[in-house]
């Protein structure tokens, strides 16, 4: 059989060789590192014998699908440990995660937090053993049986959901669990762990059901990358948006107001502000027309877009008004309103392309549990945007949207990043509305954008949106934790949906496509990864705060004022710290509050019409005059706007 590697090499195999035996033809080397493989766009076991002409990949950890397969299988272990130590445990389920993984388990003795060492050194002692991970396809009674014979009622649940003949056990050392895998060869490659939380988890996420006890944990192949592991999560504390947003006076949270609702106090409020007239400007350059949309709509207009059926049990219930024939829903999306924008007055081939833009407010239930800070909400802005364009336009206009987006991330330093691109999974079409011939024309307009601006590109199948396919961009922050921002999407079905028309050169009706857009992907999200990434440090042009006066004692008040002024006319955001404190003190807690720099003023600078500048982290500037000072923070903003512009 022949087998075709990532670089278009083929070699020739005997049918039933394993993609192990494949790494060892290559390499000793590779054979120790390589974790799994695809075949044919599918992980699998390195053990598992290919019996015909395929497409191999060779999974390391540097893969993401080699560290996904590595952290499963660090949860068997896991859940090996916890049956060995804990008699009678039962178990829910126990899969990879971004980041490490988790199990959740049914335990007779409570599991906390001071167990958890415990718990690692069994692990560890287990991984030493280097168990293999032997599969075992099974019947469907012969599972139920197995596990009713064990009394773990969540794994016979589990397999009662299960087709006969889809059902695969995977046994390591003493433990044996229902699962699909993949899974490494053995143990013996899990070096380093750390177990990092307790939890408590409604079995498969329904409050009706029983809480289990979930714990959370991550594994290396080496000792030295969980201790940059280790470190990487002492960094993210001290940069938490949550902690940030509150030492800065950001934003807030009422439980009055209500979960998931964040309250932006007047600095984040015009942070927030500046972000979003520096996109309408850029938006403006490429010709958006901007639009405002209400914060509710009709259930029809989301029952016809299609969002009704796939979002409706995660949304806020329906508002009912005093007419029984009304039914409303705060808007879950922007995107069925711009569409009826376009249908306000007839439209020709020679209008197209229409680029409506809205920073628009959508509400979404999100589980109270998966809440957190402003990076999972209920109700949060978008800074969408759709276009309406015809076929011979869509791949101009959907690389323009790249280039909006690449002048973001260099604006913003984030310089480390990759665009996934997100198809729909191919063995599961009816998850997805809208044609095969359309689909096809779509993804392959994604690709081919991607392609042209030479960006760093990853397929992921099945993480196409419902009525398309996307382009996500993953951008990795300052500590090197990646987090999806911007998404560009093509859609042909809600033109379809809304009965969307142009009059073509032909005097006859088209179809135009929609290209949906969010750069940010919402304010609230960036804002927190903007948080992170810098530290609360802004570049200048955005920081809340550029400047903060310090009067030496209660004497100078006066002259901090006639300065302050002074940066008012300006346009220097700046604030003074009156309190009697002494000045030492006045400094160490306006450089926590990250403000660029600092002017002290006392009696020489009052006589010389001066300011003392100290500069954030980098200490005393000298003296200069008001306008001096003036001119040099005018420049320096100057100066980074005019970087950002030679970027685009």
């Known amino acids: 059989m022949k087998i075709t590697f990532p670089d278009g090499s083929v070699r020739e195999y005997a049918q039933g060789t394993t993609a192990m035996q494949i790494a060892e033809s290559i390499s000793p080397r590779l054979a120790q590192e390589v974790l799994a493989a695809m075949v044919n766009g599918k992980v699998v076991d390195l053990q598992m014998p290919i019996q015909e002409d395929s497409s191999v990949r060779l999974l390391k950890w540097e893969d993401d699908e080699g560290k996904r397969t590595f952290w499963h299988t660090s949860s068997h272990l896991l859940a090996e440990a916890l049956e060995s130590l804990y008699p009678g445990i039962k178990f829910g389920i126990g899969p990879s995660i971004e980041n490490g993984f988790y199990y959740d388990v049914d335990s007779p003795t409570p599991i906390t937090e001071g167990d958890l060492p415990k718990i690692e050194a069994k692990m560890l002692e287990l991984a030493r053993n280097k168990e293999p991970l032997v599969r075992k396809e099974v019947s469907k ?6 596990f009713t014979e064990k009394g773990d009622q969540y794994k016979v649940e589990l397999i009662n959901d299960l087709e006969d003949g889809t059902i695969s056990f995977y046994t390591n050392g ?48 080496k000792k030295s990358m969980l201790d940059e592991y280790l470190a990487m999560m002492e960094e993210a504390k001290k940069r938490d948006h949550r902690k940030l947003g509150k030492e800065l006076e950001l934003f807030a949270f009422s439980s009055r107001v209500g979960q998931g609702l964040p309250l932006w106090l007047p600095k984040g409020a015009a942070l927030r502000e500046r972000l979003e007239n520096f996109l309408r400007a850029v938006q403006k350059e490429y010709g958006y027309q901007q639009v405002i949309t209400p914060h509710i709509g009709m259930k029809d207009l989301y029952v016809t877009s299609g969002h009704y059926a796939k979002y409706g049990k995660d949304s806020f219930q329906p508002i009912h008004t005093p007419d029984e024939n009304e039914e409303f829903l705060l808007k879950p999306m922007n995107c069925p309103h711009h569409c009826e924008i376009y249908k306000v007055k007839p439209r020709s081939y020679k209008d197209l392309p229409i680029r409506f833009a809205e920073f628009g407010t959508v509400y979404r239930y999100e589980q109270s549990g998966e809440l957190h800070g402003l990076t999972r909400v209920r109700g949060f802005t978008q800074d969408d945007a759709h276009m309406f364009v015809r076929p011979d336009q869509l791949l101009e206009e959907f690389e323009k949207v790249i280039d909006i987006v690449l002048y973001i991330f260099k604006t913003l330093s984030f310089d480390s990043y990759t665009a996934q691109i997100s198809l729909r999974d191919p063995n599961n079409k009816e998850k997805y509305i809208g044609t095969d011939e359309n ?80 750069p940010f992907g919402s304010m609230e999200r960036f804002v927190a990864v903007l948080l992170e990434h810098t530290g609360g440090k802004f570049p200048l042009w955005l920081a809340p705060d550029q400047v903060v006066i310090l009067p030496i004692s209660e004497k100078y008040n006066d002259y901090a004022q006639q300065v302050l002024q002074y940066f008012n006319s300006r346009d220097i955001r700046a604030t003074i710290d009156e ?8 400094i160490r807690d306006n450089e926590l509050k990250r403000i660029p720099f600092l002017v002290i003023v006392g009696e020489k600078e009052q006589a010389d019409g001066t300011v003392s500048v100290r500069a954030q982290g980098e200490g005393d500037k000298g003296s200069m005059t008001q306008e001096a000072f003036g001119d040099f923070i005018t420049g320096l903003v100057k100066q980074e706007i005019d970087k950002a512009k030679a970027v685009k």
């Open 141 to 146: 009674a012969d599972a139920l049986k197995t």
């Open 579 to 586: 309190r009697n404190e002494k000045i030492g003190r006045k």
């Open 174 to 221: 003493c433990f044996t669990d229902l699962c699909r895998g993949p899974h490494l060869p053995n143990t013996g490659l899990i070096k380093a762990i750390k177990l990092t939380s307790v939890a408590g988890a409604y079995w498969r996420g329904n409050e009706k059901n029983k809480m289990l006890t979930r714990v959370y944990g991550i594994t290396f192949p």
């Open 439 to 518: 689909w096809e024309k779509a993804e392959a307009a994604i690709i081919q954008a991607a392609k042209d601006k030479g960006l760093n590109t990853v397929v992921e199948y099945g993480e196409a949106a419902f009525y398309g396919p996307k382009l996500d961009f993953m951008v990795k922050d300052a500590i090197g934790r990646k987090w999806q921002l911007g998404t560009i999407q093509v859609d042909y079905d809600l033109p379809e949906r809304f009965d969307l028309t142009y009059t073509g050169a032909d005097d006859k009706p088209h179809r135009p496509i929609m290209i949906h857009r969010a």
